[in-house]
């Protein structure tokens, strides 16, 4: 059954003796794991007419399950999607030219901001916490906990947990070969730029790799991964391989053809340190990508 949240309500009957997570993704098979147990979160399953959050609420045969038709979008929504949430994670797919936090030129105006005041609407006692960031001008999967004891939990073993970080960006020129890894030590100057440097003190590792999904009219469509988190380390690798990423003019672009940094984060998969279960939050390349290239 394909179930969307913006219909009426959905009834489905119990027909032997389960459990509530198992029995809904049986039911709802275009539906992931992660998606049914947002579902849940947001109190749109009942059991009997009882809205529940306990996916492992138990099930007899003659029992109904209702799927409860979302609410509409009211002022107090996020200004950009929700691509996952529970009792302890919010991610969202953050949108170009925003910040993921402040800085000493603005506060108020990033994602932090926002997604902290739109919880306290449900709670004034609500918070969120960075758990990673991305940079201003690259939109895409962004996740922040909802209790110290989770941020901590993640952090503290977010380079043993996760597995893979990755993007889509389109670059000025087709990288060559088609596929390959860049591997350098990215050193910062005192204007916040980096630069592909020698082994020391003050460099840092950076692993990049990307392959070539298309290209066409001197631009090309790449899938990105990187084995570690340096600031700009994508844009600078571009740079340095002579295909700067479309629209960054700070990293050697010489064009602009949406009227943004072309890159985007489009997957973030790691090991759930609370279930030890494999989970991946992914959010969908932005439409301009592809005009690029027609």
Same mark, same amino acid.
């Given at each position: ?19 509530? /997570?198992?029995? /809904? ?11 049914? =147990? ?39 929504? /996020?200004? !950009? ?8 994670? @919010? ?6 030219? /925003? ?18 005041? !739109? ?7 609500? %918070? ?22 989770? %941020? ?10 996760? *597995? ?11 990288? %060559? ?26 460099? =840092? ?11 066409? =009219? ?5 899938? @990105? ?18 295909? +700067? @990423? ?5 990293? #050697?672009?010489?064009?602009?053809? @949406? #009227? ?9 998969? !790691?090991?759930?340190?609370?279930? #030890?279960?494999?989970? *991946?939050?992914?959010? %969908?390349? +932005? ?8």
């Amino acid at each position: 059954m394909k179930y969307s949240p913006r219909r009426t309500e959905v009834k489905l009957s119990v027909a032997e003796e389960t459990t509530l /997570l198992p029995f /809904l993704i049986a039911q709802l098979p275009d539906k992931s794991r992660n998606n049914v =147990k947002s579902l849940l979160s947001r109190r749109l399953i009942a059991v009997d007419g009882k809205p529940t959050t306990q996916f492992d609420t138990p099930l007899v045969p003659g029992q109904t399950v209702s799927i409860l038709p979302m609410s509409a979008p009211s002022g107090d929504a /996020l200004p !950009f999607p929700i691509l996952y949430e529970d009792d302890q994670l @919010i991610v969202v797919n953050k949108p170009a030219k /925003l910040l993921s936090v402040g800085n000493e030129k603005e506060h108020e105006r990033t994602a932090y901001r926002i997604v902290s005041d !739109f919880v306290k609407t449900r709670n004034v006692n609500n %918070k969120i916490f960075v758990l990673h960031r991305l940079d201003r001008d690259t939109s895409g999967v962004l996740m922040f906990a909802k209790d110290p004891e989770t %941020k901590e939990l993640f952090q503290s073993q977010w380079n043993d947990i996760v *597995t893979k970080r990755g993007y889509i960006a389109v670059t000025e020129g087709v990288p %060559k070969p088609a596929q390959d890894t860049i591997r350098s030590f990215l050193v910062e100057t005192d204007t916040h730029l980096s630069f592909s440097g020698a082994p020391g003190p003050h460099s =840092k590792e950076a692993i990049t790799s990307y392959e070539v999904r298309r290209s066409n =009219k001197g631009y090309a469509l790449v899938d @990105i991964t990187i084995e570690t988190g340096r600031k700009n380390q994508i844009r600078v690798h571009m740079k340095e391989k002579g295909t +700067p @990423i479309a629209g960054d003019k700070q990293y #050697g672009a010489s064009t602009n053809p @949406i #009227g943004r940094l072309c890159l985007h984060a489009s997957e973030l998969s !790691f090991k759930d340190p609370r279930t #030890g279960e494999p989970i *991946t939050f992914k959010a %969908k390349m +932005p439409r301009d990508f592809n005009r690029v290239l027609r």
